[in-house]
């Protein structure tokens, strides 16, 4: 049983930052592609950013310059730190975690791997609400 628990979501106003953790017991990180995606009420999930390992850090278009995925490796945490976020980034985070390579599922993208709901593991997810 994979344990991964989102926290930091929360209702903030346009143009705000908001900062999630993620716990998890998975290990070791280095084999890991870890990540966050998001889903909205009526919409398809979406991966948001990720993390290859030790390696490449990949962004999604919407998210670029504005958010920053790290993590500790030590304490077998992920963050998201989310700056200037607008209506549109309201929805549930998801923290997940997929064994690398990645494409052994299909996947051909860190981004597109985020995305299936079919393939890792994740956890219940942080609210984040944004409004104007």
């Known amino acids: 049983q994979v344990r991964l628990e989102e926290s930091g979501g929360d209702s903030v106003q346009v143009g705000g930052s908001l900062r999630l953790s993620c716990s998890t017991d998975i290990k070791p990180f280095s084999a890991y592609l870890m990540g966050w995606f998001r889903q909205a009420p009526g919409k398809e999930r979406e991966g948001v950013a990720g993390i290859e390992g030790d390696g490449p850090i990949t962004y999604a278009d919407f998210v670029k310059g504005r958010f920053t995925v790290s993590k500790d490796n030590a304490k077998n945490e992920l963050f998201l730190e989310m700056k200037n976020l607008q209506p549109e980034d309201s929805a549930m985070y998801y923290c997940?975690?997929?064994?690398?390579?990645?494409?052994?599922?299909?996947?051909?993208?860190?981004?597109?791997?985020?995305?299936?709901?079919?393939?890792?593991?994740w956890g219940l997810g942080t609210q984040v609400t944004v409004s104007s």
């Open positions: 997940m975690a997929i064994p690398l390579p990645y494409d052994r599922a299909g996947a051909e993208s860190a981004l597109a791997a985020l995305s299936r709901d079919d393939y890792g593991f």
